[in-house]
Nanobody, 116 residues
Framework: QVQLVESGGGLVQPGGSLRLSCATSRIIFSRYVMGWYRQAPGKRRELVATSTGSLATYADSVKGRFTISRDNGRNTVYLLMNNLKPDDTAVYYC???????????WGQGTQVTVSS
């Protein structure tokens, strides 16, 4: 079955960096809009970034600090997070959107905690 597996989360100090990875299986990766979402305790899941491969979008809260990228050869999407803030603490989820030709798939999430 289609799988999205996130990794790279952990505990970092404010101002630190992390790179999240999302490895996909059983999809034609280049045909999907890839995205990262996050959900903090007591809050709704929010969109962080998306990538079509040619265009990237970011939430205002992370713009200038986070970078989404994708490696079609490895079928993997990344989220480089710099200058992390405590408000970035959340479970981060990978998403693959197949649009009209396939379903939307989700990973299991990876915890990012930003604390001193």
């Amino acid at each position: 079955q289609v799988q999205l597996v996130e990794s790279g989360g952990g505990l970092v100090q404010p101002g630190g960096s992390l790179r999240l990875s999302c490895a996909t299986s059983r999809i034609i990766f280049s045909r999907y809009v890839m995205g990262w979402y996050r959900q903090a305790p007591g809050k709704r899941r929010e969109l962080v970034a998306t990538s079509t491969g040619s265009l990237a979008t970011y939430a205002d809260s992370v713009k200038g600090r986070f970078t989404i990228s994708r490696d079609n050869g490895r079928n993997t999407v990344y989220l480089l997070m710099n200058n992390l803030k405590p408000d970035d603490t959340a479970v981060y989820y990978c998403n693959a959107d197949g649009g009209a030709y396939d379903y939307t798939y989700w990973g299991q999430g990876t915890q990012v905690t930003v604390s001193s």
